[in-house]
T-cell receptor, first 110, second 115 residues
Framework: KNEVEQSPQNLTAQEGEFITINCSYS?????LHWLQQHPGGGIVSLFM???GKKKHGRLIATINIQEKHSSLHITASHPRDSAVYIC????????????FGKGTLLTVNP | GAGVSQSPSNKVTEKGKDVELRCDPI?????LYWYRQSLGQGLEFLIY????????KSGLPSDRFSAERTGGSVSTLTIQRTQQEDSAVYLC?????????????FGPGTRLTVL
């Protein structure tokens, strides 16, 4: 069964802390996306990865294809980073379908 | 330029009624996706359009759900004989070409409540 697991489900941090959110998937993929959803707000695509590492500002995303695992890191976290972070993968052979993790609710306190 | 827009933003309907949800993608984007976000279920893929064709309808949950796209632009998701379990936020996204490397741009969603 093609599954995507995220951890932790909930994460509370103090402003300035380094944050890591994890995503594991069950079988081979062609692409992995990290998405951000603010409370009551829309969804924004942060990264698309098929290998290696990408960085955008304070956000870093890595993927290990052999271990079927990806991490999203936030350096120097800020209250405005508070949101739900969602991992989504395109499994090989699934055409255009994205399969989503259940999301990680991040709360950064000042 | 304008992002993805969806209408209505909220829709309350009675069980058994039909509803239509509309998506206006970013101009020039050939790929369009519909997703559903239910409380406790997370996001689910429903259907993918490339132009006016739907090569992947694998996520539509039942034959009560259908979607079409016209002129390679606007798309409509129709739910017939709505049920309470259809209550969710329905999200539309578009991307330039549908390649796996393309960024998907999401609309604000339509919150559907079936009483």
């Amino acid at each position: 069964k093609n599954e995507v697991e995220q951890s932790p489900q909930n994460l509370t941090a103090q402003e300035g802390e380094f944050i890591t959110i994890n995503c594991s998937y069950s079988v081979g993929i062609s692409a992995l996306h990290w998405l951000q959803q603010h409370p009551g707000g829309g969804i924004v695509s942060l990264f698309m990865l098929s290998s290696g590492k990408k960085k955008h500002g304070r956000l870093i995303a890595t993927i290990n294809i052999q271990e079927k695992h990806s991490s999203l890191h936030i350096t120097a976290s800020h209250p405005r980073d508070s949101a739900v972070y969602i991992c989504a993968v395109r499994f090989k052979g699934s055409n255009y379908k994205l399969t989503f993790g259940k999301g990680t609710l991040l709360t950064v306190n000042p | 330029g304008a992002g993805v827009s969806q209408s209505p933003s909220n829709k309350v309907t009675e069980k058994g009624k039909d509803v239509e949800l509309r998506c206006d993608p970013i101009s020039g984007h050939t790929a369009l996706y519909w997703y559903r976000q239910s409380l406790g279920q997370g996001l689910e893929f429903l259907i993918y359009f490339q132009g006016n064709s739907a090569p992947d309808k694998s996520g539509l949950p039942s034959d009560r759900f259908s979607a079409e796209r016209t002129g390679g632009s606007v798309s409509t998701l129709t739910i017939q004989r709505t049920q309470q379990e259809d209550s969710a936020v329905y999200l539309c996204a578009s991307s330039l070409a549908g390649d796996i490397t393309d960024t998907q741009y999401f609309g604000p969603g339509t919150r559907l409540t079936v009483l």
